[in-house]
């Protein structure tokens, strides 16, 4: 097994499948599907969930929404997703623990570093919803910052397209895929990764991301035992 503890980012756009809003009921089966494979090889895992198919905080602004009111509305899209996603997990046959960054004690525990690593060592899956908790930080750096926190070996970005490419793969058909890149060049080459400050949190820690399709199946399960699927971004 090339990864022992991973954190597995997904975004909320993602959750939509084939629906313009929302979730779909068929991505989330095919996602626990997915992820019951890893938990199936002993892979301890952390999840974190972006809400942008319910809201944005960014866009909250064109809206006449305060920035700040409109990102702690977008973590709160991302509860909902993380609760929807620890649902089917259960439904599934997997202990997991929802863990998030704002208190809402009926709903989930709290993030509490020690605890979370003490999940993972148990076998449950832990999803950390809510952000951060700060407004200003978006669900990428709440992906760097966790996975730093609970010593994960890697970041495992899940998207629709399949790694790093040169230019939008799905806007310029001349576009190549990078196998590995370095930080450095991602930065010098202007790639669309992350965001900046979780990039440069990776960066910082020697976290490497790798950059997937999600939606193929059988991907995760490949990355975990190191085959080499999507992009891998390392120092």
Do not use: W
């Not at 499948?17 to 979730?23: A, D, F, P, T, V």
């Not at 700060?134 to 399949?162: C, H, M, Q, W």
């Not at 310029?172 to 080459?189: C, G, H, L, R």
């Amino acid at each position: 097994m090339k990864y022992k503890r991973i954190l597995l980012k997904l975004s909320g756009e993602a959750l939509m499948g084939e629906k313009s809003y929302g979730i779909d009921p068929n991505r989330l089966q095919q996602y626990t599907q997915e992820i019951r494979k890893v938990k199936d090889m002993g892979v301890e895992i952390a999840i974190v969930i972006g809400g942008g198919n319910i809201f944005r905080g960014v866009q909250a602004e064109k809206s006449g929404i305060d920035r700040v009111q409109g990102d702690y509305m977008g973590m709160l899209a991302t509860l909902i997703n993380a609760m929807a996603l620890q649902s089917a997990l259960e439904q599934g046959g997997m202990y997991t623990r929802l863990m998030s960054g704002i208190k809402i004690e009926s709903v989930c525990e709290p993030f509490i570093r020690r605890r979370a690593i003490r999940h993972l060592e148990k076998g449950r899956i832990v999803i950390f919803g809510a952000g951060i908790g700060n407004p200003y930080f978006t669900t990428d750096s709440t992906a760097s910052l966790r996975a730093i926190e609970v010593e994960a070996e890697v970041v495992l970005k899940g998207t629709r397209v399949d790694g790093v490419y040169t230019a939008d793969p799905e806007k310029d058909p001349t576009a190549t895929k990078y196998q590995t890149i370095s930080f450095q060049e991602v930065y010098e080459k202007n790639l669309s990764v992350m965001d900046m400050t979780a990039f440069t949190l990776c960066q910082e820690n020697n976290l490497p991301i790798i950059v997937f399709d999600m939606n193929k199946d059988g991907n995760l399960s490949k990355l975990v035992q190191g085959e080499k699927i999507g992009t891998l971004i390392t120092s």
